[in-house]
């Protein structure tokens, strides 16, 4: 997965930088939690502090845009809207579940008497 970003503006007084860019190569659309792991590494800042606002694809190319927030603090995120950082926190949960949760077990088949 290749990050492009094309354009950046920061935002002082909410304690953010709003970008927007390109994610290139991909098969399929990437997750708001994966690409959040993908931008944190690319710009070396703290998962917590991208927050993901939109995903869109391109239809019939590898493309996909993507408009994000980048928090100066955590105490800065809690500007971001109740539904974003839903959105973006229920994937981690999701992911979280998965790899706590073990395989589900068949019930036992009932012995004919």
């Known amino acids: 997965m290749e990050l492009d ?3 950046k503006k920061e935002n002082p007084l909410l304690g953010r930088s709003e970008i927007k860019g390109l994610v290139k190569g991909v098969g399929t ?3 708001r939690l994966e690409l959040r792991k993908a931008l944190a ?3 070396k800042m703290k998962e917590e502090l991208v927050i993901i606002r939109s ?3 391109r ?3 590898h493309e996909v845009s993507f408009e994000a927030n980048l928090y100066n603090t955590e105490n ?5 809207g109740q539904v974003n950082l839903r959105r973006n926190q229920k994937q981690a949960k999701q992911e979280a579940g998965k790899e ?4 589900a ?4 088949e009932k012995a004919d008497e």
Do not use: H
Request: charge should be negative; avoid cysteine.
């Open 5 to 7: 970003i094309s354009e």
């Open 29 to 31: 659309t990437p997750g």
């Open 41 to 43: 590494q690319n710009l």
């Open 55 to 57: 995903i869109m694809n």
């Open 59 to 61: 239809f019939g190319s």
């Open 76 to 80: 800065d995120v809690r500007n971001e």
């Open 100 to 103: 706590q949760k073990p395989a």
């Open 105 to 108: 077990e068949k019930p036992a």
